[in-house]
T-cell receptor, first 114, second 113 residues
Framework: GAVVSQHPSRVICKSGTSVKIECRSL??????MFWYRQFPKQSLMLMAT?????????EQGVEKDKFLINHASLTLSTLTVTSAHPEDSSFYIC??????????FGNGTRLTVT | GESVGLHLPTLSVQEGDNSIINCAYS??????FIWYKQESGKGPQFIID?????DKRQGQRVTVLLNKTVKHLSLQIAATQPGDSAVYFC????????????FGRGTSLIVHP
C-alpha cells in the first residue's frame, strides 16, 4: 500500500492568516489524492479530491476559494487554508489510493486558529 | 465553529475477550467496504476490506461479516489486546464506482487490561 507523509503534524496560527499543509506520497505516484476534515469525536468528511495537473474537485459546501488545493506533481498535494478563522480549527487528513488498494492516510494535521 | 460534542458509541471489553463492532451502511448500491482503525491523533489505518460478492473475510485476528440484506457490516476482533483500543470506522464506497469511501460514525473501542 501507499505510504503517505503529511506535514506539519500540528500548527497554530492567528485568525486571518493562511496555513499550508503538505501531503506526500512516498512510494507511489498518485494522480489523485483526497483531503478530509475531522472534528473531535466525529467522522471523516471528504473535502475535496486533488487531481494532478488539473483543478481539484470540491465536495458540496466546501469553499474552494478558502481551501486552496494544488497538486503540481505525482507525489505532492498541498492544502492551503486561507484567511483562517477559529471555526477552521480541525484535524485535516490527506489520503492516497494505490493501485487496486484502499485509501491510505497520512497522520493528519491538527490546525488550531487563535 | 466548535463541534457539537457528539459522543461516539463506545464498546468496553476486557483484554482477551472477543470484540464485535457493528456498522449499518446506507447505500444498497455500495459494493466495497473497508474497516479503518484510528488511534488518537493519527490518521486512519486500513484493517480489512470486503467486496459485496462475499459474506465473510478473515484476516489476522479480525473477521469482517457483510449482510447485504439488512445493510449491516461487522468487525470481529479475536483476543482483543490493549493496543486495539482506538476508534473504528466502517466505510462504504460511493455509489458510481469511484471508490471514494464514505465514512460511518465510528465506534470507540476501549480494552481494559
Amino acid at each position: 500500500g501507499a505510504v503517505v507523509s503529511q506535514h506539519p503534524s500540528r500548527v497554530i496560527c492567528k485568525s486571518g492568516t493562511s496555513v499550508k499543509i503538505e501531503c506526500r506520497s512516498l512510494d507511489f505516484q498518485a494522480t489523485t489524492m483526497f483531503w478530509y476534515r475531522q472534528f473531535p469525536k466525529q467522522s471523516l468528511m471528504l473535502m475535496a479530491t486533488s487531481n494532478e495537473g488539473s483543478k481539484a474537485t470540491y465536495e458540496q459546501g466546501v469553499e474552494k476559494d478558502k481551501f486552496l488545493i494544488n497538486h503540481a506533481s505525482l507525489t505532492l498535494s498541498t492544502l492551503t487554508v486561507t484567511s483562517a478563522h477559529p471555526e477552521d480549527s480541525s484535524f485535516y487528513i490527506c489520503s492516497v489510493r494505490g493501485n487496486n488498494s484502499p485509501l491510505h492516510f497520512g497522520n493528519g494535521t491538527r490546525l488550531t486558529v487563535t | 465553529g466548535e463541534s457539537v460534542g457528539l459522543h461516539l458509541p463506545t464498546l468496553s471489553v476486557q483484554e482477551g475477550d472477543n470484540s464485535i463492532i457493528n456498522c449499518a451502511y446506507s447505500n444498497s448500491a455500495s459494493d466495497y467496504f473497508i474497516w479503518y482503525k484510528q488511534e488518537s491523533g493519527k490518521g486512519p489505518q486500513f484493517i480489512i476490506d470486503i467486496r459485496s460478492n462475499m459474506d465473510k473475510r478473515q484476516g489476522q485476528r479480525v473477521t469482517v461479516l457483510l449482510n447485504k440484506t439488512v445493510k449491516h457490516l461487522s468487525l470481529q476482533i479475536a483476543a482483543t489486546q490493549p493496543g486495539d483500543s482506538a476508534v473504528y470506522f466502517c466505510a462504504e464506497n460511493r455509489a458510481g464506482g469511484s471508490y471514494i469511501p464514505t465514512f460511518g460514525r465510528g465506534t470507540s473501542l476501549i480494552v481494559h487490561p
